[in-house]
C-alpha cells in the first residue's frame, strides 16, 4: 500500500510541515541530546528523509513489510506492526514525539489504536502530531452537492480509508484521548501534485500560495488535510 504514496517536498505539504515544527521544536523538547520521534505508519521513511541524524533518533512502525525494508536505510530501527492490535513492540528509548502522519484513518477504530499507542509509549508531557484529510474539503462538499461520493487511489477518499475527519470530529478526538492541542495547522490542496506547473520557481506558483493562505484562514473548508499538535495530560 506505502509504494502508492510519496514524499511530498511542497513546503506546504505534511510531511514538509511535520518536519519544519520537529526541527522548530527540537531545542525545548531535547536540548541537550537528539530528539527521539517514534513515527507511526512511517511508510518508507519520508519524515526520516527531511530530518538530520545528529538532531534526531528515529523509529519507525508500518504495517507494510516493503515499507518497512525502505525505511530501514533512513531510522535506528523500524518494525512491521499493526497498530489494531497491541501488544506494541519496545524500543531502546521513550520518545520525545509520537508522529502518526496519514495514518487514524486506515484505522477502523483510531480512538482506541491512539489511546493505546499515548498510554504505551508516552510520559505526560509529551507530544503528538497527527495529521488526517479533510473530509469536508470544500471539493468534497461540491461532489456531495452533486451525489458523487467516489473513491479513489490517493487522496482524501483513498479507497484504504475507513474512517473519515473534519477540523472538529479530529480535535474532539484529540481531546477524548487526554491530548491538548497546541497547534492546528492546515495543508492547502496539493497543486503541484497535479501539475508541475503549479511547483515553486514555476508559472503558478503564486496561485499555490494563495492556495496556501487561503487553507490557513478557512482551515474547515479549504483544509486538505489537518494537522495537530498536542500534548499529553494523561486523565487522573
Known sequence: MSERYTLKLDRYSSHQQIA???????HELAPDRPCIVYDVGCAHGFLGQLLSSESFVLYGMDFDSDAVTAAQAYYHTVQQVDIEQPP??????????LVLADVLEHTR?????????LETYLRSG??????????ANIFIRWSLLWGRFEYTERGILDR?????FTRSSIYKLFQSVGLNVDQLAPTPIPLPLVNPIFEEGHLLWFLHRVNSLTARLFPALFGYQIILYGQYIPKS
Not at 519544519?20 to 527540537?26: F, G, M, Q, R
Request: aromatic share 14%; hydrophobic share 40%; charged share 20%.
Open 88 to 97: 506494541f513492540p519496545k524500543f531502546p528509548q521513550l520518545p520525545d514525539v
Open 20 to 26: 519544519a515544527w520537529l526541527k522548530h521544536h527540537k
Open 109 to 117: 477504530y483510531p480512538e482506541i489504536c491512539l489511546r493505546d499507542l
Open 126 to 135: 509529551g507530544r503528538v502530531i497527527v495529521s488526517v484529510p479533510n473530509i
Open 160 to 164: 484504504t480509508h475507513f474512517r473519515f
